[in-house]
């Protein structure tokens, strides 16, 4: 078991609960980026710099996924890769994407794209809080739980 991040986006306070819970149980975390990231010395965690372009960092995660793995990505179509792939992926927001509910999220993605693409004002997620950051760390730990 391995937990990937798609860390160009994923919120500071979200790295540093991962973090935390790589050395706590001692699990392997791999942060993608297209940027260099500065991550804890820990022999658990490390972080993988791609090439600028689009789903780069993406397209490392999803070659490198395994069944049972960890995503952790706001990205809903590298959630559904990963979860054909039969790894498991987490929203930094705390919501377990599923077999159940991906195809759902997929649609509507696709419908807010072309909405946005014709021109239409649509206003972007809510910030992020500290109530996110705590349904995140409790989705983790059920994770974390389970794959003990």
């Known amino acids: 078991m391995q937990i990937w991040v798609d860390a160009d986006a994923c919120p500071s306070a979200i790295k540093d609960i991962l973090f935390r819970a790589a050395e706590r149980v001692q699990v392997s975390l791999t942060l993608v980026a297209n940027r260099l990231l500065r991550v804890p010395a820990s022999p658990f965690i490390r972080a993988i ?13 999803a070659e490198q996924v395994q069944a049972k793995d960890l995503v952790i990505t706001a990205d809903i179509p590298l959630a559904a890769q990963v ?35 014709s021109g239409t004002d649509i206003s972007g997620p809510a910030a992020f ?10 989705q983790l730990d059920r994770y974390l739980v389970k794959s003990d």
């Open 83 to 117: 979860i054909e792939r039969g790894g498991i992926a987490l929203n930094p927001r705390g919501e377990l994407y599923t077999e159940d509910n991906i195809r759902e999220r997929l649609g509507m993605r696709n419908f807010m794209e072309e909405l946005c693409g």
């Open 49 to 61: 710099q791609v090439p600028h372009g689009f789903d780069v960092a993406d397209n490392k995660i």
């Open 129 to 138: 809080s500290k109530s996110d950051c705590q349904a995140f760390a409790r």
